[in-house]
């Protein structure tokens, strides 16, 4: 998948010399509607969008992003809205890299198969299952490939060596390291330095997969981990989400900004 | 899909931890595929070391108070005339419920895996309570998560976690009862799991949590089979054993050295929790036809709507309303060793009337769900059936509740 959407996005980070900004917002937060304009108007700084089906019982993620999957389910998005989302997204920005993330069960329930043809059709770039580790994704994975559809491993902390080498051999353009011990959202506890060490090691194991660091990543911390190939920003975004509502404000603008701060941090 | 003989059924999983090729496995964030490794480890490293094996059942027999009765219900039977009843009075146990045994195991595990911390979660505030109380008997600082609603139902339990030393993490999403407090406690694992062990609650979970549950409980079923025996001289030829079953813990102690007999023999009955007679939710997907979905970290059938949100539930028995179930009894429904229905609200409140009318017994409104079925279909069978209700937990808990429903306690 060399001449992936999402290859390409990383290669143009690094003719600027920067780190690769990849946003996550909650499709169907607040609303649909919303979700695609903020998602369009986000994308002017990110260089890679990743957009979450909501789950009600979602064991990896914190409360900002809990919050934001719960208004997005009140709000009545279905699987189907989500891809409509990207449908209507790639209309529009055709080589803005889009992955969608979630959890194993929305997918188990609308079969595999037919979510993977469905990601194809609306054509998503990219997929994160949280609870669908190695080697357990190994088929689905190879399923995602020959749809040119990108299946992102996850790697954390914990991850054994062995086990690292066997993930990286598996995973396709780009794989995704947990920055530390912790769900979504939570504060950054261990030094960049460390984080930057792990994550040299998955780099010396294959240049050519794009590794990005994600979880306690924000204005504040997003600088002193500039060395990645690329930093995902997400709790942030989705509190953003949720306070504007609060304040009545415009989600789409504020949100806007945040982003635009962040690439602004890395450039 | 076949059930094998001589194989504890905690067992019969393929090498990627499922029950008839389907249920099960380990559906879990990549940060706990290691926590989970070691701890399928230390556990077979355990599970053959006669050091701890004597140590387990030096506390089972000192510490529980193994083995609890098993006696007849002579007045309950006469009154309903057919089948003879029993009942298998596991909340005799230290605490309360058969909850001590897991949490006992666990903070066994926690101790050699030379952890400190120790977290749970909890429904009914039984795997609480008992967490706490293996917590404190061993030196572990424990903390246990339970939904808000939870809390408030449940409020003796409660007060016995804490004081024990444990600390109540309340969880104040979603529906606030136990589906919630199980993914917190998850939550709280991912973010700790370098210094802290986590016990699930019941025989749900990733796959070594579904073992190291039934593992534990299947005391309560070891200790029966030497009880039939004496009191009858040989396993009688006609028993149903009936269970109420939420997560499946205590079924599946009570029946795993059972399943090896023909369903002839003995039946094994599980009794799900029906919710109010009025409302549409429930909390019985077994015997509701729920699909197969992924809750925990587990496949196993699961009440949910068609996009794969978990639905809510609805039960009087916090120990019961839960929207998944044990992948082993999803096993044993589909190679249907196991007959699975359930007890609404009303039936399981009358059940607990009559009961505690007839007998010197106070079963929590979780068993009282078994006895509902016992109590149902006993006048239709012959004298020489033996039904056995696992009294798996004592009302105590339920004070607040039988006050308001029933006028007393």
Redesign the interface.
């Known amino acids: 998948m060399n001449n992936s959407l999402i290859n390409q996005s990383f290669k143009n980070a690094k003719k600027e010399n920067r780190p690769a900004l990849l946003t996550y917002i909650v499709a169907g937060d607040n609303s649909k509607k919303k979700s695609l304009e903020i998602l369009k108007s986000i994308s002017k700084y990110a260089d890679i969008c990743e957009l979450g089906f909501p789950?009600?019982?979602?064991?990896?993620?914190?409360g900002q992003i809990?919050t934001s999957s719960?208004r997005a389910?009140k709000n009545g998005i279905?699987?189907n809205d989500v891809f409509s989302i990207v449908s209507k997204f790639k209309k529009i920005k055709n080589n803005k890299p889009i992955i969608l993330m979630g959890?194993?069960?929305?997918i188990?329930?609308?079969n595999e198969n037919k979510f993977i043809s469905k990601c194809r059709q609306s054509k998503v770039d990219g997929l994160i299952v949280?609870?669908?580790?190695?080697p357990?994704n190994k088929k689905f994975a190879i399923k995602c490939k020959k749809k040119k559809i990108n299946f992102i491993q996850?790697?954390?902390?914990?991850?054994?060596k062995l086990?690292l080498k066997k993930i990286i051999k598996n995973s396709h353009d780009m794989v995704y390291y947990?920055s530390m011990?912790?769900?979504t959202g939570?504060k950054l506890k261990v030094s960049p330095q460390k984080i930057l060490k792990e994550y040299q090691k998955i780099k010396n194991l294959n240049k050519s997969k794009n590794v990005v660091i994600g979880f306690g990543i924000t204005e504040k911390t997003i600088k002193s981990l500039k060395k990645a190939d690329g930093l995902v920003v997400g709790s942030q975004i989705c509190k953003e989400i949720t306070s504007s509502l609060k304040k009545r404000q415009n989600p789409v603008i504020n949100v806007t900004n945040v982003v635009r701060k962040l690439i602004n941090k890395i450039r | 899909m076949k059930i094998k003989k001589n194989i504890p059924l905690i067992d019969q999983h393929d090498k990627?931890g499922f029950w008839g090729g389907k249920f099960g496995?380990?559906?879990?964030?990549?940060?706990?595929?290691?926590?989970v490794e070691d701890l399928t480890k230390e556990f077979q490293k355990l599970r053959k070391n006669k050091v701890f094996l004597k140590k387990k059942d030096y506390y089972f027999k000192n510490y529980i108070g193994s083995p609890t009765p098993f006696l007849k219900l002579e007045n309950l039977s006469t009154h309903l005339g057919g089948a003879q009843i029993w009942a298998k009075v596991v909340s005799d146990a230290n605490g309360g419920a058969h909850k001590i045994y897991n949490a006992t195991v666990h903070a066994l595990i926690c101790k050699a895996m030379g952890k400190k911390y120790i977290v749970g979660d909890t429904g009914a505030g039984y795997a609480g309570k008992m967490l706490s109380m293996a917590a404190k008997k061993f030196g572990l600082k424990c903390k246990i998560f339970m939904g808000a609603k939870d809390i408030k139902r449940q409020k003796p339990n409660c007060i016995a976690i804490r004081k024990n030393g444990a600390e109540i993490i309340p969880v104040y999403?979603?529906s606030q009862t136990l589906?919630d407090a199980v993914?917190e406690c998850?939550?709280y694992w991912?973010?700790?799991?370098?210094n802290t062990h986590m016990c699930v609650g019941s025989t749900v979970g990733p796959n070594i949590f579904v073992k190291i549950c039934g593992f534990s409980t299947t005391q309560i079923s070891r200790e029966l089979k030497t009880q039939l025996k004496k009191e009858f001289k040989k396993i009688p030829k006609k028993i149903k054993l009936i269970n109420c079953v939420g997560g499946g813990s205590s079924a599946y102690g009570f029946w795993s050295e059972f399943i090896d007999y023909d369903k002839k023999q003995i039946e094994l009955i599980g009794v799900e929790a029906g919710g109010p007679e009025k409302s549409k939710l429930h909390a019985a997907p077994l015997s509701r036809n729920a699909?197969?979905?992924?809750?925990?970290?587990a496949?196993s059938y699961?009440c949910?709507d068609?996009?794969?949100?978990?639905n809510e539930t609805e039960s009087i028995s916090a120990g019961l309303d839960y929207p998944g179930v044990s992948p082993i009894h999803c096993f044993l429904k589909d190679t249907k060793r196991a007959r699975y229905t359930y007890a609404t609200d009303e039936a399981a409140l009358n059940a607990y009337k009559m009961v505690t009318k007839f007998e010197k017994l106070n079963p929590s409104l979780e068993p009282s769900h078994a006895f509902a079925e016992a109590i149902k279909i006993a006048p239709k069978l012959s004298k020489d059936t033996i039904l056995i209700v696992n009294s798996c937990g004592d009302a105590k808990k339920d004070r607040d509740i039988l006050k308001k429903r029933l006028g007393k306690y």
């Open positions: 789950h009600n019982t979602p064991i990896a993620d914190g809990q719960y389910i279905k699987i959890y194993y069960n929305m188990y329930q609308y949280v609870d669908l580790p190695y357990e996850l790697i954390s902390p914990t991850t054994s086990r947990i011990l912790s769900t939570g | 990627y496995g380990s559906f879990i964030p990549e940060t706990l595929k290691k926590p999403s979603g589906v993914s998850m939550r991912v973010s700790n799991c370098d699909k197969i979905g992924i809750l925990h970290g496949a699961v949910q068609k996009e794969g949100q978990i």
